[in-house]
């Protein structure tokens, strides 16, 4: 219900686009609409990044990520903005491939 409300709605806070084969999940993008003090401008944020193991490098991660992409797009937003582990070369050389650039900085968590 929780993500209904959230997605579902004439402005909504999050999404996902999702791949699928044969009417089976292979992939999915999740992500948040987040605003940014520092641009002054709502941007998408994204949060997870799967393909199924046997569907990677088949294209279904670049699929996702344009499809994405054009979601930024539809909702006027100017920066779509992710992280990755710094030692996750594949996946820092696959974003780089789409034009991304990456940054290396520092999250910190503060559980409470």
């Known amino acids: 219900d929780t993500f209904k409300a959230h997605a579902f709605n004439e402005r909504p806070s999050m999404g996902a686009v999702v791949a699928e084969k044969d009417s089976q999940l292979i992939g999915y993008v999740s992500y948040t609409i987040n605003f940014s003090i520092w641009l002054g401008k709502t941007f998408m944020q994204v949060d997870d990044v799967y393909v199924m193991h046997n569907f990677r490098s088949a294209g279904v991660g670049y699929r996702l990520m344009q499809r994405v992409k054009e979601e930024a797009k539809n909702f006027g ?3 779509i903005r992710w992280g990755v582990e710094k030692d996750n070369v ?3 050389a ?3 491939r789409l034009g991304a650039i990456y ?3 520092g999250v910190c968590n503060w559980y409470i």
């Open 94 to 96: 696959f974003y780089k």
């Open 103 to 105: 940054k290396e900085k």
């Open 90 to 92: 594949k996946a820092i």
């Open 77 to 79: 937003l100017p920066l």
